[in-house]
Each structure stands twice: as structure tokens, then as C-alpha cells.
């Protein structure tokens, strides 16, 4: 480096420290990326720009990696650490060549891999955005584009507290060497790749261009699909067509988005505000897989759970914050007033009717526009779940938005379409006494200013936030699978719903709400939910909840759920210390020490946090049930056991399991158990060991409601075989409710009717029902039989009391 450079650099380092504030992707390149810092590493640069070199450099320096000013040794030869594949463009433009100096670099470092076999550099490409305003789509300047002096000056104006520094993975000269040869054309092949490799991170980063939003218009009103309903609504109504296109671009006015990079860019400066006033942390994991697959040029659907209003924010800050462009979003019309619906609107949410059937004009002025953002390349997200969750449980999916999804694939895309399972989680949730309120009756309140500004005087210390991304499903791949034929039915006007349709997005709805279960975040409060939820008295001393949390932690850790969940790296003490810091305890002390407990309304609002990680303890808590209600029996019995209920655990909780991975994991389970022991194994017999009884009475009583619910279907089935499907669900909740009485169940799902309508149906998948949804008396009464046995007599003896009430009552009204 000449010393002209050097002076021009330093003279470059005072403004741009006051000017420029970097945000580096990923935060820790060394984990994401693989890096071996033991391993030579040069950086890749899309330009020629001392701007950008300097700029990288302080980045590089607060992540702990090599200084790409730093000289690079190699075997006695001295080598620059960073190259361009583009020379500095000026006022007049640039040729956009690679330099002969980097021509000259990688031929150099590409001989010293012929010379030296256990050479293996690595070369990390480094993106510097300055700003990721996506423009509009009549301006036709390049994705990638070289800024000269003036412009450069300019952008770092407008632009420098909003810099971002994208590494990605790196490419081993030792590869290319072997692989490639080691001639000069092997610079020429590596500098084209990388610059697709920066236009297609640049495009990832700010997305695609944004239409003007009455041109979109003009083209969705001249779609074949809209002219055409246009055309028959006007003709079945005897109204002018121009009326119909007018409702018709009404509709659209109601619909679309109205995306601002102005209100994104400010609002994650506010939000991030937000976030560090409500929340301890945001922890964040497996987006190292959605940038690669943004990146990689695919349509991405993001399906999160919905939890609470704060989802929609939480998401798009965290993509914002991760290198990626906001999705459009469908919200509900509900969403949809001052000031909040002009400001989601600019956030890039669509708005959508909570049912429009049988409203032809607007379902496909709904689907044209979804098929609009699919062509342009915008991601999108939706909430497959109709509405947020009040029990804290998945619910089941509404398949309407797939369906849709699937049919704008059926109009011919040119990109891959892949769903992208997202869990989100907290550890307080705001809205979730409101939620404790409407399952017990109350109305839902209608979204409005008054509400909001309610809810933003009660927030607090909301403890941490989690964004777990699922494992990915593409569709594309997905439907090669299951219908081999999809293309088949491509109709690039107008698509129909074929045969096959329904039954594919019902059965991609169930693994799409089960990856997002599989991505479960275990937090302190969420695992402090389940032990003193368990407890008879939801009390417990202090030390009996460190050692319940840390049985689960040893469970979760040591037999993982899937390879997408998270758990804590902390201790159950730190973990026990935190929650209480949340203050939704009762804390007592004596001079045995202190007891934590949970008053009656704190008891209902904490099963919400339960449920969320419910389906992580089902095969273990079932396990733990069986063996104190047989107190010795085999592997055999247990796996036989389990395998009768597991498919209506499955259907309610979304687990994960194949009926033949069974076996395997409850081996593994009970393996867990008797290491902690919780229980004894001699060979293939499991016995209890009363050492430990009490931990293993809090597991089992984790799922105990549930077999519960269970025992009341099944014995009113069983006592009344040809019961109506419609009346056995009524029954089931209503006895459901008299039990919660009798027995001071909180839980709010317990007699919830969505559960109830899970069951029955899975009871008729299973065969347990026949045609004519009436009982099939061998396996109901094994069933009811198995069921009676797992759960306590008093229980048992509460469920044939009610029962034998309501027969003598309808027996007297008969008589009457």
C-alpha cells in the first residue's frame, strides 16, 4: 500500500466514525459462517471503495476477526487480505472489469495452493449496503450498482447510521484449486459468481422494486381473472361494469399494502427502543437458513404461531435486524383503524376479510393480488391460525391463505415457493389476562385506539422475547411428492381448484403447524409454569422447583425433542432466581425456607405458558403416568400403551413422531428416567423407585388434564355408543366444565370445544367410530378401559356420578 493510500485512509477515519454506524450480519460469523480463525482469510469486495474498506474494517475489528488492512503472510510472500472484482467508478462511469491487481492476487494465492497441499484459504465475501431502499419499479438502475465520489458522499450522508455489513460463507481456494485448476481464467470464473452472489444479497436485503400503487391497480383490474368476473357480476346483478370495477378497485384499496421504506427504516429505530424497554433479550436462532434462502432467490411464506399482537412487529424487526426485507403481512380488517391501519398498512400489511365466501368479486380480487406478490418476488407472511392463540396451545390451521398459496403456484411462478415455520414465544405475553377473560366468557373486545392505548400503559419488564425458525418446507418439492402431476393443472389466467387440492393442503397445514412446534423456545417461566402447575396446591418450596426444573432440563437436554427447539444453557437455580424476577409468584418464607406458589388467577393465566411447551413433555409425562399407575410392567406394555393414545396426542399437539419412531424415543425416555432416578429398570422391567416419587408425580401430572378430557369422551362414548357426533362433543364439554368445578381445574382449555372436536375426530380416523360417527364397541371399551386406569378414582367416580345424574334427569323428563 502506497503512502498516499495510508494518508488518504486515516484522513477518511474521523467522519466516517461520526457518520457511519455499522450493523453486522451475521453477529457471530465465526459460529454462522464455520470460520477457522487458525486458517488464512481474504475478503471479497463487490467495488473498488476506500469507504467501504474502511468501513468493513471496523466491523471486521468489533467481531474478532482478521483486519482486512493487515498484511497476509504466506510462505514468506506478503499478500493483501481484501480484492475487488470491480474497478472504482468515476463521474463518467465504470467498465465494471476485474481489476488486474485482483487478477494478480488470486493468481498468486491460487499458486501458493499448487506449491503448499495443506494451504486452505478462505475467502469471505463481504457485502457493505448503504441503506436498502428497494426504489420503484420505473427506475431501471441496476440492483448492483458502483457509487462514484459525489454519490458515495452523498449516501453516506443520508445513509451512514443505517450501514450494513453482510458477511457470508466462505469459499475454500483449496476447492478451487483442486477442483478448478489453478490458470487466470480461474479469477475471471470466481469474480462472476461473486458478483451474482452480491446482486442476489442485495435483493434479499431491500427486496424487490415497489410498484406505484394505482398502477398495480390498473394491472390487477386488467387480469383475465378480474375482467372476467367483472364481466358475469355485472350481467347476474343488471349493473354497469364500470360500477363492478369500481367496487372492484375499492376492494383493492381496502386490501393492499402501501410499503414505505421510510416508516421500516425509523421503525426499527423506534422498535429497537421498544424492545429494550419491554424485553431483557430477543433471542433469535436458525436464521442463518432464511438468509440463504432469500438469498438463493425463493418466494418465502413465513407461518408463525400467533401469540400476541407484538408478533407482527417482533418478525418484522427481527428480518429487518437480520440482513432481510420485511414480508407483507395478511392482518385481519379488524387491524384496520386509526392510526393503527394506515401505519401497518406502510409496514406492508394487506388487509383481509375474516370470511368472504360466497363473495366471488372480492375472493378473486384477493387471490389476483396475492398472485401479484408471489410474480413480483415479495415474501409474505400470514398467521395460519385464524386468529391469536387464548389457550397458549397451536391451534389448528386454517387452510384458506395455503390453499391460495398453492393456487398462485398454479399460475406458473418461476421461483421456488418455500413456507418458512416460525415459533415465537415470551415470557410475559400482554394481552394474555384478556384472553384468561374471554375463555371465561367475556366478549371479545373490538381492536381500537382505547385498547391500544390501554395495553401500551400497562407494559413492563416483559422478560425475554424468542424467534425460533423452523425447518423449511418447500412446496415445490412437497407437491413433486405427493402429486407428482401438479404441473399438469398450471393455468396461467384463471387456476381451478383440482381434486387433489384439499386433502394436500390438509395435510401440509398438520406439518406445518408441527415444524412450528418442533422450534419451541423453553424459557424460566414457561418451565416454572409446568412444575407448579403440576403441584397439588400449585405451591412448592424452593428447592423442590430447582429440582423439577433441572429434571426437565436434564430431560429436554439429554433426550432432545427435535433438533430445532431451544433450551437455556442456564442452571435451574439462575433459571428459578429469573422467573421470580417476572413476578407472577407468591413467595412465602418460614423457617423451612421459602415457598413459591401461584394465587388462583395467577394459576389460570400461567397454564398460557404451559401450553406453549405442552407437547415437549407429553411422551414423558405419559410415561411417567403409566408406570405410577401400574407401579411395575415392561417396555412391551408401556410402547403398547403409549401407542393407543399417542395418535390423539399427536392431532391435538402436534408432535412430531411417526408411529414407528415410537419405540426408539419411549426407550430413550425411560433410559433419561431411570439415569435420573425417577424410576428403576431391571432389563426390560420398569418399577418405581418411592426414593423419588415426587418428581415423578409433578412429570406425570404435566399431562394428566388431558388424559382427563380423554377418560370423559371416551366413557360417555362407551355407556352411550350411539351418541351423536355434535352431541357427544356438547356432553364431553359440559362434563368437562363440572369437573373443572369439582376438582379446581384452571385450566382454561380443559373444556375448551375446539380440543373436544380434535378428539372426536381423530377418534373416527382411528376407527373407533364407524360411518355413521356411532362407537365401535371392542376398541372404545379397551380404550375407556385404559383410560380409566390413568387417571385418579375420585376423578373416575366424579365423571359415573355426573353421568348417572343427567341419565336420572332425562329418565324423569322422559317420564313427565
Not at 221 to 236: D, F, G, Q, R, T
Not at 284 to 297: E, F, S
Not at 462 to 478: K, R
Request: aromatic residues 8%; glycine residues 6%; charged residues 25%.
Amino acid at each position: 500500500m502506497s503512502s498516499w493510500q495510508k494518508i488518504y485512509q486515516k484522513i477518511l477515519d474521523l467522519p466516517l466514525s461520526l457518520l457511519v454506524k455499522t450493523h453486522s450480519i451475521p453477529s457471530d460469523p465465526v459460529a454462522d459462517l464455520e470460520l477457522d480463525l487458525e486458517r488464512p482469510i481474504v475478503y471479497i469486495l463487490p467495488f473498488r471503495s476506500v469507504t467501504d474498506l474502511l468501513t468493513l474494517r471496523s466491523s471486521t475489528q468489533a467481531l474478532g476477526l482478521p483486519d482486512p488492512l493487515s498484511p497476509l503472510e504466506i510462505n514468506g510472500q506478503t499478500y493483501r487480505r481484501y480484492v475487488y472484482i470491480a474497478s472504482a467508478p468515476s463521474v463518467f462511469g465504470s467498465n465494471g472489469e476485474l481489476p488486474q491487481e485482483s487478477i494478480d492476487l488470486f493468481t498468486g494465492l491460487l499458486e501458493q495452493h499448487k506449491q503448499d497441499s495443506e494451504l486452505d484459504i478462505q475467502v469471505v465475501p463481504a457485502s457493505i449496503l448503504w441503506g436498502r431502499k428497494p426504489g420503484k419499479e420505473d427506475n431501471q438502475k441496476p440492483i448492483l450498482r458502483a457509487l462514484n465520489g459525489p454519490e458515495k458522499f452523498f449516501t453516506i450522508l443520508g445513509h451512514g447510521r443505517d450501514c450494513m455489513v453482510r458477511l457470508s460463507p466462505a469459499v475454500s481456494l483449496r476447492y478451487m484449486a483442486d477442483n478448478h485448476g489453478t490458470d487466470d481464467s480461474i479469477a475471471n470464473k470466481l469474480a462472476r459468481v461473486a458478483r451474482i452472489h452480491f446482486s442476489r444479497q442485495q435483493l434479499a436485503a431491500s427486496g424487490p422494486k415497489l410498484p406505484d400503487r394505482q398502477a398495480l391497480f390498473k394491472r390487477l383490474l386488467a387480469s383475465k381473472a378480474i375482467e372476467k368476473v367483472v364481466a358475469e357480476e355485472a350481467a347476474s346483478r343488471d349493473v354497469p361494469i364500470e360500477k363492478v370495477r369500481k367496487e372492484a378497485i375499492d376492494m383493492m384499496e381496502e386490501i393492499a399494502a402501501d410499503f414505505s421504506y421510510s416508516l421500516i427504516k425509523h421503525g426499527e429505530r423506534f422498535l429497537g427502543w421498544l424492545w429494550n424497554r419491554l424485553y431483557q433479550g430477543l433471542n433469535i436462532n436458525n436464521a442463518k437458513r432464511v438468509r440463504k434462502l432469500a438469498q438463493d432467490g425463493h418466494e418465502i411464506v413465513y407461518v408463525p404461531c400467533h401469540r400476541s399482537h407484538m408478533d407482527y412487529l417482533l418478525l418484522s424487526y427481527v428480518l429487518y435486524r437480520e440482513g432481510m426485507v420485511p414480508p407483507h403481512i395478511a392482518a385481519g380488517i379488524n387491524l384496520n383503524f386509526f392510526p393503527a391501519g394506515p401505519i401497518f398498512r406502510h409496514g406492508g400489511a394487506f388487509f383481509i376479510r375474516r370470511s368472504f365466501k360466497g363473495n366471488r368479486l372480492y375472493s378473486t380480487v384477493f387471490r389476483e393480488y396475492l398472485a401479484e406478490l408471489f410474480a413480483k418476488g415479495y415474501s409474505v407472511e400470514y398467521f395460519s391460525e385464524g386468529g391469536r392463540s387464548r389457550t397458549g396451545r397451536l391451534l389448528p390451521a386454517k387452510t384458506g391463505m395455503l390453499s391460495m398459496t398453492i393456487q398462485a403456484m398454479l399460475r406458473g411462478l418461476n421461483r421456488p415457493v418455500t413456507l418458512v415455520p416460525v415459533y415465537i414465544g415470551y415470557e410475559h405475553v400482554m394481552e394474555v389476562g384478556t384472553y384468561a377473560k374471554e375463555l371465561q366468557g367475556k366478549r371479545k373486545e373490538k381492536e381500537n385506539v382505547g385498547q391500544v392505548l390501554r395495553t401500551l400503559r400497562k407494559l413492563r419488564n416483559l422478560g425475554q422475547g424468542y424467534v425460533n425458525f423452523g425447518e423449511p418446507i418447500p412446496l415445490n418439492h412437497y407437491l413433486n411428492e405427493h402429486v407428482p402431476e401438479w404441473h399438469k393443472d398450471i393455468d396461467p389466467i384463471e387456476p381451478q381448484r383440482p381434486q387433489w387440492l384439499n386433502p394436500v393442503v390438509n395435510d401440509l397445514a398438520v406439518k406445518m403447524m408441527t415444524h412450528i412446534n418442533d422450534a419451541a423456545a423453553t424459557n424460566a417461566l414457561t418451565l416454572a409454569g409446568v412444575a407448579l402447575l403440576a403441584a397439588r396446591q400449585r405451591a412448592l418450596s424452593r428447592e423442590d422447583l430447582e429440582q423439577q426444573i433441572d429434571c426437565y432440563l436434564q430431560l429436554l437436554r439429554n433426550v432432545p425433542y427435535s433438533s430445532q427447539f431451544t433450551v437455556p444453557n442456564d442452571d435451574a437455580k439462575t433459571m428459578v432466581a429469573h422467573a421470580l424476577e417476572m413476578d407472577k409468584f407468591v413467595i412465602e418464607r418460614d423457617s423451612l425456607g421459602e415457598m413459591v406458589s401461584l394465587d388462583r388467577q395467577q394459576a389460570i393465566l400461567m397454564t398460557y405458558y404451559r401450553n406453549n411447551i405442552i407437547h415437549l413433555f407429553a411422551l414423558p409425562s405419559l410415561i411417567a403416568s403409566i408406570v405410577i399407575c401400574h407401579e411395575r410392567l415392561s417396555i412391551d406394555d408401556i410402547v403398547s400403551q403409549i401407542r393407543r393414545l399417542y395418535p390423539f396426542l399427536q392431532a391435538e399437539l402436534f408432535l412430531h413422531y411417526s408411529t414407528e419412531e415410537l419405540a426408539e424415543v419411549i426407550e430413550a425416555q425411560v433410559n433419561e428416567l431411570a439415569r435420573q432416578r425417577l424410576v428403576q429398570r431391571d432389563g426390560d422391567v420398569v418399577s418405581l423407585n418411592n426414593a423419588r416419587i415426587g418428581p415423578l408425580h409433578l412429570l406425570a401430572r404435566t399431562i394428566t388434564e388431558t388424559l382427563q378430557r380423554y377418560a370423559i369422551t371416551l366413557t360417555l362414548l362407551n355407556s352411550e355408543p350411539e351418541l351423536m357426533k355434535s352431541d357427544l362433543e356438547q356432553q364431553s364439554q359440559m362434563l368437562a366444565q363440572r369437573l373443572s368445578r369439582l376438582h379446581g381445574i384452571n385450566a382454561p382449555e380443559f373444556f375448551d370445544k375446539g380440543v373436544f372436536a380434535i378428539l372426536v375426530n381423530t377418534l373416527r380416523k382411528e376407527g373407533y367410530l364407524n360411518e355413521d360417527c356411532h362407537a365401535v364397541s371392542q376398541p372404545v371399551e379397551e380404550l375407556a378401559e385404559l383410560l380409566a386406569a390413568l387417571v385418579s378414582p375420585e376423578v373416575k367416580l366424579t365423571i359415573q356420578a355426573v353421568m348417572n345424574r343427567e341419565e336420572r334427569v332425562e329418565t324423569t323428563d322422559a317420564d313427565a
